[in-house]
């Protein structure tokens, strides 16, 4: 497994044009015909809303892709998914029960090709409360330090029964809360952090509150990709003390925190802040969350608590996240599609 941590962030996603994407796609469908370059190594079928098709296929992906033999192909939805192809691998990210249905049944019909990911696996990590009982439940050897989720309660309908089931579960002020379901919308993203647990009785079920946890205002964003990791920091919210929590009330909306532009790359950081997590944790994090998940594509949103050297948490596990702003994408992505072909030469038998 190898794990980089890096400090600097790509910049602000260039958008990449339909029709030149099509046209890079049609350009090497061309030089295949005629015998140059040689036949794709690997063919991969690819069903992407229009905002990811834009900040993952960018230009330098497609271009090293076809050095490296490997072809995307653009899904048809209007065509049934069983008439296209062949394929060795299918990319997906797209929302709705029967979408899901329709990969499920491709991936037992056709069991030799590699989804990415399976429906079902995606579907866990859209709820957050399902999400984060994963990591709870991994009881990880603590010799690297202790991974441990937020203490929270979900808050499935009466807004006004907040405060009492706050009071009950010990919930300690200020508390963050997020939509419990993850679609892809905006919505699903919204953050808010209160002051009073009464002031929650303004949000719009269904919930999940969180105690918030002081973490020097920088989280990392671990992305897995197959069983490479890279690791970036990022701003966050800041820091709230005692003095500040007994001068303050009402709940307050933040911007989506973990896909904030801000790199923590050039700030003059605490080191006991800045310091990344170390390397055997991330390690066997990912590979548990990999066995309990099922997923191959993600990035997992880790705090340290401030204080502590080795108490970390993790607020939020993400399925094929915003791999266009990780360093170095490029390379990694097609070195990762590329094993997936070698590992299925492996497992045929030789005759």
Known sequence: MIVEGVMRLNGEISDFDEEDREAEVNALACSIAVGFP???????????????????????LIGLARNKGILFVAIDRNRPLSDQGPFDVLLHKLSGKEWCQVVEDYRLKYPEVTVLDPPYAIQHVYNRQSMLEDVADLNLPECY????????????????????????????????????????????????IAYDEFSLTNLEPPLV???????????????????????????????????????????????????????????????????????????RLA??????????????????????????????????????????????????????????????PTT
């Not at 608590?305 to 939020?316: A, C, H, P, S, W």
């Open 38 to 60: 040689l036949p794709p190594k690997l063919v991969v079928g690819y069903a992407l809303t229009s905002k990811k098709k834009k900040s993952f296929l960018q230009p330098k």
């Open 145 to 192: 330090g202790k991974v441990c989720v937020p203490k929270q309660l979900v808050i499935p309908k009466d807004p006004s029964c907040i405060p009492d089931e706050v009071t009950k579960a010990g919930l300690k002020l200020p508390l963050v809360a997020k939509p419990l379901f993850v679609d892809g919308s905006a919505k699903s993203h919204e953050l808010y």
């Open 209 to 283: 509150v969180q105690e918030f946890v002081n973490h020097g205002g920088v989280l990392f964003k671990v992305y897995i990709i197959g069983e490479t990791i890279k690791v970036v920091r990022r701003f966050s919210l800041p820091d709230v003390s005692n003095p500040e929590l007994s001068k303050i009330a009402g709940v307050f909306s933040f911007p989506r925190v973990s896909c904030a532009a801000a790199s923590a790359d050039d700030a003059n950081l605490d080191p006991a802040v800045a310091e990344l997590p170390p390397t055997p944790l991330l390690e």
């Open 287 to 348: 590979k548990e969350l990999h066995r309990r998940l099922g997923l191959r594509l993600f990035n997992v949103d880790i705090i340290r608590e401030k204080g502590t050297r080795d108490l970390y948490y993790v607020i939020d596990i993400n399925y094929f996240p915003g791999f266009g702003k990780m360093p170095e994408y490029e390379h990694i992505f097609t070195d990762f599609l590329l094993s997936l072909k070698q590992s299925k030469y492996k497992k045929w």
